[in-house]
């Protein structure tokens, strides 16, 4: 087979298998073809073999997309017509980004438990046991077990960890457009994501879900998912680089 005739199959199987193609693609396929087939291989694996639905996929792509740690405006629009495509409406696909929105909590759950490993019950007083342990029943009601990273946050300040608590009940929407089960899911996804890879919200999420009737398989088809995202690296950063280098030429 001769290159073109290799260059066109590859970049036919992607359209075929993935459902776009656009120039960023077409630059790294003359650069590296081998490289562009093995992503393929990778990103179409999950939806090629898992049990997830191809609107709660498209949905999940759209959350690691729109991340405040990665923002990746053409990835949301791609999706989002995608979502659209399988089914999911516009209150779906913005409570997906409200839900995105909560991994804000993790700079606050690992301040408290770096702070109580450090100096053990500085910030915890005598008179906030009974208040800790309502806004302890409130977490429980909206996301299930509490991690020891959730506990000592509740102790360091539990009215600021209720206001949170607050603020997640409206994002996760418990009377929101989305099941509780896909809400978790793609707070497992924006809470597992290469740019995050928050330990706590990963074991929040994942119990949670598969409280509310998530399969472990499925469990595991968002984290294969959203092993793809690293490819951003090579997307975004390759072209600007050909453009660098040809203008310095």
Known sequence: MSSDE???????????????W???????????????????????????????SPKTRELIYVATNCSPTHFFERGVRQHARFARTFGASLEELIAVAMIVSTVGIQTYLLGA???????????????????????????LQLLGTALPQVDAAIRVDPAFYEVWLDFAAAALG?????????SHLIALAAYAMCTQLSGPGVRQH???????????DEIMDVCKLITSMGVHAVVL????MVDEWERQS
């Open 237 to 240: 950063p390759v072209p600007v």
């Open 174 to 182: 418990t009377q929101g457009p989305l099941s509780r089960k896909d």
């Open 22 to 52: 656009n120039d960023e693609w077409e630059r790294l396929l003359h650069i590296s073809p081998s490289y562009v087939a093995a992503y393929l291989e990778l990103s179409a694996y999950t939806a090629e073999r898992g049990g997830l």
């Open 6 to 20: 290799t260059l066109s199959r590859i970049r036919e199987d992607f359209k075929r298998r993935r459902g776009y």
């Open 113 to 139: 438990a770096a702070l109580e490993e450090l100096v053990p019950g500085a910030l915890s007083a005598s008179d906030h046991k009974a208040y800790a342990r309502t806004v302890h029943q409130k977490h």
């Open 206 to 216: 994942m119990r949670a879900a598969l409280d509310n009737g998530a399969s472990p």
